[in-house]
């Protein structure tokens, strides 16, 4: 498997992150996709990385934090550039009331046009916001991407796989209370599935209200399994190339 989007840097990792690196390892979790929610975390990201040379990079600002977007972000990146596989996370939060919205469509416009000059697919954060996000791709011509942590519906999700995109199932789909999301993932093509844990949040329900880590993305992997009525191993490899042909990993 691969972790399409886990936040490794967190401080909560600080205390056990090489024993929580090792029980990744033993749950099969082969490599990670590390988002960015500040470009100021991309050295941290980086010093990481050296370490474990199956962590890829994304850089980008999160919607939340948009209005923390500076000149300095736009060198960040281009500091960077070599070393990345991706732009964000990026999108829009409706939910959070952290950032207006103006500034947050603003930076996410400015985000999709850096992936597109840089040839990157773009991890895209939507929460309560799938009208305007799926405007501003469209607007923006993005055809690579994904969405990461999807709580949207099947018809959302169509619309967002028609423009080239992924869509990434997390902790969230394996809630008890989480019938109608199920149902969705159950009419999205597997070939446009990913999965990740967005850890250190959103513990699958298992450890639900505990600190998330890769490990646990099993759960999320056996219950797309059930849904599909089909094997672990058999959605653990879909997933894992799919992750690899958007990212274009070479593992
Ligand atoms: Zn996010
Ligand atoms: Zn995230």
Redesign the pocket.
Known sequence: MIDS?A?LIWESFEADRKAMMSRAEEAGVKAFIH?C?HTRDLPQMQDLQKQYNNIFLSAGV?PCHAHEWTENCQTDINHFRGKLFAIG?TGLDYFHKDCPIETQKQVFIKQCQIAKKLNLPL?V?CRDAFEDTLQILRQENISAGVM??YTGNAEYAHKFIELGFYISFSGCLTFKSAHELRESAQNIPLKNTLIET?CP?LAPQKHRGKRNEPSFISEVCQTLADIHQKDFAQIAEITEENTKNLFVLQT
Do not use: A, K, L, T
């Open positions: 989007h936040h988002p929610v999160h996370e991890i954060h990461h942590c967005d949040f």
